[in-house]
């Protein structure tokens, strides 16, 4: 969502970001795949790349203004729903980047929320197809 007002550094960094994401629960769901197989393709990025670990130091340098890294929480924290569980390790990792990103803790629960609501009209609209 609104992958296009990143630019190409902030897109390599973001499915660093989401394969840490992915990874951080020790399980990988086919849901998680999709999903992470689409954000490459709304960027344009190849799936025969690989993907590496991204370490949260200096990830505010990479997103330096609120926009784009409210855009990445809100596709993170997607991500984390997708396999219909929010997992501690999921939450407390995007927590630790919410906090580098000096998003405050209600503030992150606001985009929680919300990514919870827009995960379920997702599902209302798939039961529609």
Request: proline share 2%; net charge negative; with cysteine.
């Amino acid at each position: 969502m609104w992958l296009s007002n990143l630019n190409k550094d902030q897109h390599q960094a973001l499915i660093r970001l989401a394969h840490n994401v992915i990874v951080s629960d020790g399980l990988l769901d086919p849901n998680e795949e999709g999903m992470f197989d689409l954000l490459k393709k709304e960027m344009g990025i190849e799936n025969s790349q690989e993907v590496e670990y991204l370490s949260l130091d200096g990830i505010e340098t990479i997103f330096p203004d609120r926009k784009a890294r409210i855009i990445v929480l809100i596709n993170l924290i997607r991500i984390g729903y997708v396999d219909g569980a929010f997992e501690i390790e999921e939450e407390c990792l995007l927590r630790d980047l919410a906090n580098s990103f000096d998003i405050e803790l209600d503030e992150f629960e606001l985009l929680d929320n919300w990514v919870k609501r827009l995960v379920g009209l997702e599902k209302e609209a798939q039961a529609l197809f």
